[in-house]
């Protein structure tokens, strides 16, 4: 198992990078929270890495931050989530936010996250609100620059990837952006106002 990798950023098209270690690439699942803060392409990133191998299928996922992945791996921990939901989670709110959320058991709050329905938000109350104590103080902010293209259409396609329905995602990503904005930042406002 890959705990930590290295390399030179070469791609970064949410939730997909590209790490070039040594001429050879990674191609990474990121959420994204550590999206928000990668490095500009052709910069070094060292990312904590989680593999995971099924019948008939490996993926690579990458975290700037060791709290974020290990939130990663609990998430996934309780039963009905998988892969797609725990980056949908990490992308949707930070790890302080979501301990904060399972503390509390807001489980109205949780349910706003995609994938994430009421029998679900439950049982996450149930089994990660001791664990939700130890993520306290690993939280995430910043923001990253974004790649090249239309920002707007770039916010729906990763929202899409995280789980939205395509009308919902324009929709969202349309009314997130301002003048100016970066995918980056729409994406992550558009995830704000959908917890609200």
């Known amino acids: 198992m890959i705990g ?10 949410p939730p997909w990078l590209v790490v070039d270690v040594n001429g050879v690439g990674y191609e990474l699942e990121a959420p994204m929270s550590t999206f928000y803060d990668l490095p500009d392409l052709g910069r070094e990133v060292a990312l904590f890495t989680h593999y995971a191998q099924k019948e008939d299928s490996v993926a690579l996922y990458g975290f700037l ?13 309780v039963s009905g989530i998988g892969a797609k939901i725990a980056l949908a989670v ?15 058991g807001d489980v109205t709050a949780l349910t706003r996250i ?4 009421k029998k679900t938000a ?4 149930v089994e990660l609100r001791d664990r939700a104590a130890d993520l306290a103080g690993a939280g995430v902010a910043g923001a990253m620059p974004a790649g090249a293209g239309d920002p707007v259409a770039d916010a729906a396609t990763a929202l899409q990837q995280l789980g939205y329905k395509p009308a919902e995602a324009v929709r969202m990503a349309r009314d997130a952006a301002a003048p100016g904005d970066e995918a980056a ?3 992550r406002k558009a995830l ?5």
């Open 4 to 13: 930590r990798l290295r390399g030179i950023l070469a791609l970064k098209q």
């Open 65 to 77: 931050r060791e709290g974020e992945r290990r939130l990663f791996r609990d998430v996934q921990k």
């Open 90 to 104: 990490l992308s949707g709110v930070s790890v302080d936010e979501f301990a904060r959320l399972v503390q509390a």
């Open 114 to 117: 995609p994938g994430i329905g």
């Open 122 to 125: 439950e049982r996450m109350v």
């Open 185 to 187: 930042a729409i994406i």
């Open 192 to 196: 704000q106002s959908a917890l609200r």
